[in-house]
């Protein structure tokens, strides 16, 4: 059975730092094709992050130069770390996972939220 948990959530100030966490169980995440999506009230789930099965990371546009998703093999758990946070960032943050074979798998989610 896959599991995705996210963790690392939380209530920061503006141009403060998150680090979520994605411990993957069921699947590895060295060989699937992961990424980091999030989802504010009212609007449609957008892709924030991927990590290819090479570790290439790619970003959106509106998250260039403030975020860096990473894994770790060994601990089987991918990385979002998140610098330079902004309002507009508040949502609910979700690890997906690709197993390449035509099974996709997402986690629970965890709550971001930026307000002074």
């Known amino acids: 059975q896959v599991q995705l948990v996210e963790s690392g959530g939380g209530l920061v100030q503006p141009g403060g730092s998150l680090r979520l966490s994605c411990a993957a169980s069921?699947?590895?995440?060295?060989?699937?094709?992961m990424g980091w999506y999030r989802q504010a009230p009212g609007k449609q789930r957008e892709l924030v992050a991927t990590?290819?099965?090479?570790?290439?990371?790619s970003y959106a546009d509106s998250v260039k130069g403030r975020f860096a998703a990473s894994r770790d093999n060994i601990e089987n758990t991918v990385y979002l770390q998140m610098n330079s946070l902004k309002p507009e960032d508040t949502a609910v943050y979700y690890c997906?996972?690709?197993?390449?074979?035509?099974?996709?798998?997402w986690g629970q989610g965890t709550q971001v939220a930026v307000s002074s």
């Open positions: 990590i290819t099965t090479r570790g290439r990371a």
């Open positions: 997906n996972a690709d197993n390449l074979r035509g099974k996709v798998y």
């Open positions: 069921g699947i590895w995440v060295s060989i699937s094709a």
